[in-house]
């Protein structure tokens, strides 16, 4: 099995958080490591989104 979660900056092994950003009419998916704040942009992108005002939800 093929995976993303490691980060190759800092090595750490529990996975990423996400984070999203306009570009040129377009939402990009980035990943962030949580360790070490390092960014990576895989290029993702999707222009679902509308807006980045988000409703409370479920806490947890």
Known sequence: MEELR???NCAYE???HIFFK???GK???CLICP???QSHD???TTST???FKAE???SY
């Open 6 to 8: 490691v980060c190759p």
């Open 14 to 16: 529990r996975g990423f």
């Open 22 to 24: 306009k570009n040129k």
């Open 27 to 29: 939402i990009k998916i």
């Open 35 to 37: 360790n070490c704040g």
């Open 42 to 44: 895989l290029g993702w």
């Open 49 to 51: 989104i509308k807006s």
């Open 56 to 58: 409370k939800g479920i």
